[in-house]
């Protein structure tokens, strides 16, 4: 991250330009400038590429953006970011939570800040959570995304927030690659409720899931793992709501903060 917050500062104060000066030359603003300086936040791709071409750097930015998008994840991330994007098929579980592959900015960032972190290490986190959105949902061929949520996930936030975030989630449903399930409180007590895991098929039949815990997250690729996971996942298919009333119950859950 230091080697793009020294580039960008190096090539603007050559240019004898101040961070406004530079930001409305390549059509972003000023603070996004001051965020890559300092270390907050990481130029997406064609904002690395439009500050490499008005610097005439050839592509030394973009480089520097690469290296410091790779350093933004947690170490124990990175396995798991690399099955996302060369997954075909995601099925992800979450009991409490909202998956982050359809996390809104905002909800993320009281997710964040729920952990008493500090600002820089919520933005850092942000940035990875836009990264991976960018390099899975958002990408032109994306993998298809099956996604199952418990109802509790739908009631917890600030009622701004959540409003925001329910809509997303019935936006991203309406895409053809997105599926979204709810399993309703009446299911009672079940095995899902032991945690939240992801499963991802990747080329060649071949298959990773991952794990959260208070710590940090684990990547599973051991047979007998893997088979337990898609036992738990049999559970909650089974327990979860069809889609169209999964959909009526998100717009319940919107309505309600109306």
Same mark, same amino acid.
């Given at each position: 991250?230091?080697?793009?917050?020294?580039?960008? *500062?190096?090539?603007?104060?050559?240019?004898?330009?101040?961070?406004?000066? +530079?930001? *409305?030359?390549?059509?972003?603003?000023? #603070?996004?400038?001051?965020? !890559?300086?300092?270390?907050?936040?990481?130029?997406?791709?064609?904002?690395?590429?439009?500050?490499?071409?008005?610097?005439?750097?050839?592509?030394?930015?973009?480089?520097?953006?690469?290296?410091?998008?790779?350093?933004?994840?947690?170490?124990?991330? *990175?396995?798991?970011?690399?099955?996302?994007?060369?997954?075909?098929?995601?099925?992800?579980?979450?009991? +409490? +939570? %909202?998956?982050? +592959? %359809?996390?809104?900015?905002?909800?993320?960032?009281?997710?964040?800040?729920?952990?008493?972190?500090?600002?820089?290490?919520?933005?850092?986190?942000?940035?990875?959570?836009?990264?991976?959105?960018?390099?899975?949902?958002?990408?032109?061929?994306?993998?298809?995304?099956?996604? !199952?949520?418990?109802?509790?996930?739908?009631?917890?936030?600030?009622?701004?927030?959540?409003?925001?975030?329910?809509?997303?989630?019935?936006?991203? #449903?309406?895409?053809?690659?997105?599926?979204? %399930?709810?399993?309703?409180?009446?299911?009672?007590?079940?095995?899902?409720?032991?945690?939240?895991?992801? %499963?991802?098929?990747?080329?060649?039949?071949?298959?990773?899931?991952?794990?959260?815990?208070?710590?940090?997250?684990?990547?599973?690729?051991?047979?007998?793992?893997?088979?337990?996971?898609? !036992?738990?996942?049999? !559970?909650?298919?089974?327990?979860?709501?069809?889609?169209?009333?999964?959909?009526?119950?998100?717009?319940?859950?919107?309505?309600?903060?109306?």
């Amino acid at each position: 991250m230091n080697e793009l917050r020294e580039v960008l *500062r190096r090539h603007r104060v050559a240019r004898r330009m101040t961070q406004a000066q +530079l930001g *409305r030359a390549i059509k972003v603003s000023a #603070s996004l400038i001051a965020g !890559i300086e300092q270390g907050r936040f990481i130029p997406r791709p064609e904002t690395a590429a439009a500050l490499d071409e008005f610097f005439g750097t050839e592509e030394e930015i973009q480089e520097a953006a690469v290296s410091a998008k790779k350093d933004a994840r947690p170490p124990w991330l *990175r396995p798991w970011t690399e099955h996302e994007e060369r997954a075909t098929l995601l099925r992800w579980w979450e009991p +409490l +939570l %909202l998956p982050g +592959l %359809l996390q809104t900015e905002e909800y993320a960032r009281a997710v964040l800040r729920g952990g008493w972190l500090s600002d820089e290490v919520v933005d850092r986190g942000i940035q990875v959570r836009r990264d991976r959105q960018a390099a899975t949902v958002d990408r032109p061929s994306p993998p298809r995304l099956s996604v !199952i949520i418990g109802e509790f996930a739908l009631l917890a936030g600030p009622p701004e927030v959540r409003h925001e975030q329910v809509k997303h989630l019935l936006d991203m #449903s309406q895409r053809p690659t997105v599926q979204v %399930l709810v399993v309703p409180r009446s299911a009672g007590l079940h095995a899902g409720l032991a945690g939240a895991f992801v %499963l991802a098929t990747l080329p060649a039949s071949r298959r990773a899931g991952y794990v959260d815990d208070q710590l940090q997250g684990r990547v599973v690729t051991d047979g007998g793992d893997l088979d337990q996971l898609e !036992i738990s996942w049999e !559970i909650v298919s089974g327990l979860a709501l069809p889609v169209q009333p999964s959909r009526e119950l998100l717009q319940r859950a919107m309505n309600d903060d109306d």
